[in-house]
């Protein structure tokens, strides 16, 4: 999740600042790849600067899921072992991180920099994101992937079964909310397939 030390309060402020680092970073059009809670950010970014295309990984604002012991865990995480036990749920294989690397997510997380941002995030129905009618807007003027996994205990899979027909949805039924962690090769193949089609379009 980068080197930030902003605190975002909630969803939209994950945007701050966004088009003019695309602008600035990647210049002419770029293919725009997203996980989880990173969709409602590519989204904005994509409703402002159309880019290629955009693909979309285990996104959260689908439904009304949203795994609250992972989110809530994690923004404000009480031990090291708890953060080990979270990190469970993120995926169908072991983490393979290091007792330092936990260690130093814990210390990370445990300033609480996410507390505010994760609450924003339900209500008493579930999550409060709905990334449904942009996503189908952007769908409508360039080519939109989602990759989704069967065992993410993280969303709910079947939420993506709803979306329309222009969005392309790619079912692993071997794979948790860090797809790409457990399908590599299958995603890459996924993602370079889709750049190669849209060059020679």
Request: charged letters at 20%; hydrophobic letters at 45%.
């Amino acid at each position: 999740h980068g080197a930030t030390r902003l605190e975002a309060k909630d969803s939209n402020a994950l945007s701050t600042n966004l088009e003019e680092f695309a602008a600035k970073v990647m210049g002419a059009p770029f293919h725009l790849i997203a996980h989880s809670l990173g969709a409602v950010p590519a989204l904005e970014l994509a409703s402002v600067v159309l880019p290629a295309s955009v693909t979309l990984i285990a996104p959260a604002g689908l439904g009304l899921k949203l795994d609250r012991e992972f989110i809530f865990g994690m923004a404000d995480p009480t031990s090291v072992d708890q953060v080990r036990h979270l990190l469970l749920h993120l995926t169908d294989r072991p983490s393979g991180l290091s007792d330092a690397a936990i260690k130093g997510l814990y210390d990370e997380l445990a300033k609480g920099r996410l507390k505010a941002l994760a609450a924003s995030l339900f209500d008493d129905l579930g999550q409060t994101q709905d990334i449904k009618p942009v996503l189908e807007n952007i769908a409508s003027k360039i080519p939109v992937r989602v990759l989704i996994g069967h065992r993410d205990r993280i969303i709910d899979w079947q939420d993506a079964c709803d979306l329309p027909g222009n969005v392309a949805v790619h079912h692993f039924s071997n794979g948790g909310h860090l797809l790409h962690w457990d399908q590599p090769k299958e995603v890459l193949k996924i993602l370079l397939q889709g750049v190669h089609d849209e060059q020679n379009s």
